[in-house]
């Protein structure tokens, strides 16, 4: 009898239970981290320096054509309509409750610290400064961006992007270019109407249900908002536009996997779109209060 058959008789006998060595267990550790390094940090990294580069061609597309006078303006205004339909009425409902809310939370403030003329101020500049571009931006994504992603992935997957290669004409600025512009032209008018239903609800609400005084609300809102405020909720309409037009294209040039691939690539647009606005409208924020502080009223 070997050594190694006494051993494990004697293991037997014991009833203890081999130990397996640690070779192959820490090997399988080393590459599952390895794949998940892979699949989560580098693989984000790739997804957003494709999201760069083809932001940067649009753009280039974008002006070289209308300098050109080769822009498509047919799909342009084709892709606008669909969003506008898409996203008007959603925004509209959205827009209302968003208002009042703020109505009733500053309202309460104002109330508590003595301070409730400046109801108005305080209310209608959270719905100009935050509430009208994100709820915008947010609508954008949810309706538009899911559904500009799922007409590119459906083309990807039948090979059309592929067929559009072949024949010579680029895919970016055939689908990509109409979709930015419109998405800019569509973010900057559902801000606009958010901005004005907002204040709207917000002003009604305070007037006939917390029995304000319009006067009051209407005048405290035009000592303290500037035109300053305005300009940025415009450059963040028109930032977020193309951020939601760019993320949606890409996910959807990027599918492959059949139907189940243009279904993930939808709900990755989505929550993709989300995460960059928040951590964009933070920045660009804080760079405005830094850029333009304000000493006093």
């Not at 309460?108 to 400064?129: H, K, M």
């Not at 690539?265 to 989300?274: E, K, L, M, R, Y």
Request: aromatic share 8%; glycine share 12%; net charge positive.
């Amino acid at each position: 009898m070997t050594q190694t058959q006494v051993g494990a008789g004697e293991h037997a006998a014991s009833g203890a239970t081999p130990v397996a060595p640690p070779g192959p267990a820490l090997g399988e550790i080393g590459a599952w981290l390895r794949g998940l390094v892979r699949r989560h940090p580098v693989a984000s990294l790739e997804t957003v320096g494709g999201q760069f580069v083809l932001g940067v061609r649009a753009v280039q597309y974008l002006v070289v054509d209308l300098v050109r006078l080769r822009f498509p303006f047919a799909e342009f205004v084709r892709q606008a309509v669909f969003m506008v339909s898409a996203t008007a009425m959603p925004t509209l409902f959205v827009a209302i409750p968003i208002g009042v809310t703020m109505s009733i939370q500053f309202g309460l403030l104002a109330g508590q610290v003595g301070a409730t003329s400046l109801a108005g101020a305080a209310s209608g500049l959270a719905v100009i400064r935050q509430g009208a571009p994100m709820v915008a931006a947010l609508l954008m994504a949810a309706a538009a961006g899911s559904a500009v992603c799922a007409d590119l992935g459906s083309r990807k997957i039948r090979d059309e992007i592929d067929a559009l290669e072949v024949m010579g004409i680029s895919p970016v600025r055939r689908l990509v270019v109409p979709r930015l512009a419109a998405a800019i032209v569509v973010g900057v008018a559902l801000t606009g109407l958010v901005c004005f239903v907002g204040f709207l609800a917000g002003y009604l609400f305070n007037t006939f249900v917390q029995e304000g005084t319009s006067g009051s609300f209407v005048t405290t809102f035009a000592s303290f908002a500037t035109v300053g405020d305005f300009v940025l909720t415009m450059i963040k309409a028109v930032v977020y536009g193309a951020i939601v037009a760019i993320v949606a294209c890409q996910k959807g040039l990027s599918t492959k996997g059949g139907s189940a691939g243009v279904a993930n690539s939808v709900n990755a647009t989505v929550v993709a779109s989300i995460l960059l606005l928040m951590l964009v409208n933070v920045g660009l924020t804080e760079l405005y209060v830094i850029l333009f502080p304000r000493v006093g009223f």
